[in-house]
């Protein structure tokens, strides 16, 4: 079974552009949830989706937003960039959405570097 | 404010040994807990995951989780140059919570 893809691998962009980044779960998988990970910061939350609802969204600017599509595929967009937003994105799938029963499976992340 | 603590580290053991690494939380409604390990460039990985006070073991692995101290663990036994990583311990509150994480524990198995 295929993994959790996300596209593209690496990113440089400048600040005031935008950006959008891919991620395809694993097949079956419902649920897709965005981390951001920093050497400072460590990984943090940005959103999860369900059946293209968002469920949850973490403590980041309304710059940082998401959609999922039908096939439960996600695209995550940040506007306005920012030199604080270089960091690797990691998009991670699941049965059901966070929680004991149903994991997080990572993706291989983007890294997004802001000039 | 949610917090997960772990010692950042490097932890050090010799090969064979049993590493020993702990994590903290400061949410008393987390309900289900996570190891995740992800070697330097490349994404975590789940070991396991526990939600029940008491020990849960996985081949060379042990999660360890007391819930009135806020204290998880997670023992590797027969310790391995391989295990050599950073050790993620993340917490789940229940619902549409994203996992909390700690900042890692970065461990070094001497040969």
């Known amino acids: 079974k295929a993994g959790v893809t996300q596209t593209p691998r690496y990113l440089i962009k400048t600040r005031g552009q935008q950006v959008t980044l891919s991620c395809s779960p694993i097949s ?4 897709v949830s965005w981390y951001q990970q920093t050497p400072g910061q460590g990984l943090q939350f940005l959103f999860e989706y369900f059946s293209e609802t968002q469920r949850n969204k973490g403590n980041f600017p309304g710059r940082f937003s998401g959609r999922q599509f039908s096939n439960s595929r996600s695209e995550m967009n940040v506007s306005t960039l920012e030199l604080g937003d270089s960091a690797l994105y990691l998009c991670a799938s699941s049965l059901a959405g966070s929680g004991w029963n149903s994991p997080l499976h990572f993706g291989n992340g983007t890294r997004l570097t802001v000039t | ?6 010692n950042s580290g490097p932890l050090s053991v010799p090969e064979g040994a049993i590493a020993s690494l702990n ?12 190891w995740y390990r992800q070697y330097s460039g490349k994404s975590p990985e789940l070991i396991m995951f526990i939600y029940s006070n008491g020990d849960k ?8 989780l007391n819930k009135a101290s806020q204290y998880v663990s997670l023992l590797i036994r027969d310790s391995q140059p391989s295990d050599s990583a950073t050790y993620l311990c993340a ?3 229940g619902g549409a919570d994203g996992l909390t994480f700690g900042k890692g524990t970065h461990l070094i198995i001497q040969p």
């Open chain 2, 1 to 6: 404010q949610k917090e997960v603590e772990q």
């Open chain 2, 57 to 64: 073991e996985d081949g060379r692995f042990t999660a360890q």
């Open chain 2, 91 to 93: 917490v789940h509150r």
């Open chain 1, 28 to 31: 079956g998988h419902r649920s």
């Open chain 2, 23 to 34: 994590c903290t939380y400061s949410d008393r409604g987390s309900q289900s807990f996570f």
